[in-house]
């Protein structure tokens, strides 16, 4: 199953959207998704996975890096997760400390603005 | 519900594309043992982790397009066993596959947390097998 990844912008913030399956072979179609976010000047991003049924750590690794490069330009990446699975694996790796988690779009952006 | 005793095969490609495909399958073998829907979306995970560790050391070896990797699962003495086998080119491989699952520390904290046991395993034909094992319930 393939990774459909949609974007769009919410008061100034990039926002990506996910649908499907996150692994070696889908994460790299994330990577570059994110990078031409932070080309063009998107330093705070969301990731929606929602619609992810699937991550492994190739996927972990991509969102890993994505922060990294947000950060460099004081940025941040907020992940909208409501489904058990996908958060365990957040969990397991303890990157539930390192990512902030929301249920939902409205949250994660009102987080940001707050900030 | 049969005993599952003799193994189930599946032989992939060394492509990332067919890493899902692999899943699948053991996913489904899995059911048929009685794990619940959670353990098999675990056992998803590590299976997936796992491919991708023999797929990404077999590209690093080079030509990872005429290789491929077997993936067997059966139920031994009440454990589901998965072995992901992958044929290498050097004698040292062993060691490693173990230092690359070392690098890969994200897919390894994985595999350890969601598998009972997690070992690396020289075949005699100088092939490396990543053994995966799973208690069956009940």
């Known amino acids: 199953m393939d990774l459909r990844i949609e974007s769009k ?7 990506i959207a996910l649908e499907g399956e996150v692994d070696v072979y889908t994460a790299p179609k994330l990577k ?10 998107k330093y705070d991003i969301i990731i929606d996975l929602q619609k992810v049924e699937f991550m492994d750590s190739s996927g972990l690794g991509v969102l ?9 330009h004081q940025g941040s990446i907020s992940l909208v997760v409501t489904q058990e699975n996908i958060l365990k694996i957040f969990r397991i790796t303890g990157l539930v400390k390192v990512f902030p988690i929301f249920s939902s779009e409205e949250e994660a952006v009102s987080n940001i603005k707050g900030s | 519900m049969g005993n599952f005793e003799q193994p189930t095969s599946i032989t992939i490609p060394a492509k990332p594309e067919y890493v899902g495909v692999a899943r699948l399958v053991i996913a489904a073998f899995a059911g048929f043992l009685g794990f619940d829907n959670e353990t098999v979306e675990d056992i998803k995970i590590a299976v997936s982790e796992a491919c991708t560790s023999a797929i990404l050391q077999l590209h690093k070896e080079g030509r990872p397009e005429d290789r491929s990797v077997e993936i067997n699962a059966y139920a031994e003495d009440k454990r589901l066993v998965i072995d992901i086998g992958f044929a290498t080119r050097e004698a040292t491989s062993i060691e490693k596959t173990r230092m690359h699952l070392k690098e890969r520390d994200l897919g390894m904290s994985v595999l350890t947390s969601i598998m009972d046991k997690v070992e690396v395993v ?3 034909d100088n092939g490396v097998i990543l053994r995966l094992v799973k208690e069956i319930p009940g």
């Open chain 1, 9 to 15: 912008e919410v008061e100034g913030i990039g926002v």
């Open chain 1, 32 to 41: 570059s998704r994110l990078i031409d976010l932070v080309d063009e000047g």
């Open chain 1, 64 to 72: 890993v890096g994505g922060l990294k490069r947000v950060k460099s």
């Open chain 2, 122 to 124: 020289r075949t005699k």
